[in-house]
T-cell receptor, first 115, second 112 residues
Framework: GAVVSQHPSWVICKSGTSVKIECRSL??????MFWYRQFPKQSLMLMAT?????????EQGVEKDKFLINHASLTLSTLTVTSAHPEDSSFYIC???????????FGPGTRLTVL | GNSVTQMEGPVTLSEEAFLTINCTYT??????LFWYVQYPGEGLQLLLK?????DKGSNKGFEATYRKETTSFHLEKGSVQVSDSAVYFC???????????FGKGITLSVRP
């Protein structure tokens, strides 16, 4: 299957700072990328869907001004957690989908800890 | 709305044991059903899928049958191996937007 990477794999930051997480599709063009959040022992919750060159579509209850998503190219999407607080600590996972398939390919995730 | 319910875990089995992981769903519309696996330190990978009632998805010795009458998609394997130790997620999607709704996941540990 296709390869999707995330960077960093883990990050610790102070409360009030912003953190950027990158998601890259390494060997195919990702027309759509998805961002998920996973709490311990919980399922993955879809946060937003982004299409290359368009604004992201956020799920109900997700603050778009807090979780900034940029999908400027067919191989890169970024999630920026702005003014992070301890309750934002979580595991963030991205996935990518090509134009001619419904299958999503997942990154390994990024563990964010906000102190 | 859409939801996926998986049996509570974790599950610990001996090598060569039979595995069943239950998954039931509710969906508005006609869903496609998936099982994803996450090996330690890696991203989720699609294990198998089924897109219509009575379809059987299979891969790496794992099987799951789309049962519309019981809204279930239970995962089975006749003889597990240590290398099958991972977290398994049941999921569904409805329509063309490919949005996935996941179950909580279940951790499987297989001991030699």
């Amino acid at each position: 299957g296709a390869v999707v990477s995330q960077h960093p794999s883990w990050v610790i930051c102070k409360s009030g700072t912003s953190v950027k997480i990158e998601c890259r599709s390494l060997d195919f063009q990702a027309t759509t990328m998805f961002w998920y959040r996973q709490f311990p022992k919980q399922s993955l919750m879809l946060m937003a869907t982004s299409n290359e060159g368009s604004k992201a579509t956020y799920e109900q209850g997700v603050e778009k001004d807090k979780f900034l998503i940029n999908h400027a190219s067919l191989t890169l999407s970024t999630l920026t957690v702005t003014s992070a607080h301890p309750e934002d600590s979580s595991f963030y996972i991205c996935s990518s989908k090509g134009e001619n398939t419904n299958e999503q390919f997942f990154g390994p995730g990024t563990r964010l800890t906000v102190l | 709305g859409n939801s996926v319910t998986q049996m509570e875990g974790p599950v610990t089995l001996s090598e060569e044991a039979f595995l069943t992981i239950n998954c039931t769903y509710t969906a508005t519309g006609y869903p496609s059903l998936f099982w994803y696996v996450q090996y330690p330190g890696e991203g989720l990978q699609l294990l198998l899928k089924a897109t219509k009632a009575d379809d059987k998805g299979s891969n790496k010795g794992f099987e799951a049958t789309y049962r519309k009458e019981t809204t279930s998609f239970h995962l089975e394997k006749g003889s597990v191996q240590v290398s099958d130790s991972a977290v398994y997620f049941c999921a569904l999607s409805v329509g063309a937007n490919s949005k996935l709704t996941f179950g909580k996941g279940i951790t499987l540990s297989v001991r030699p």
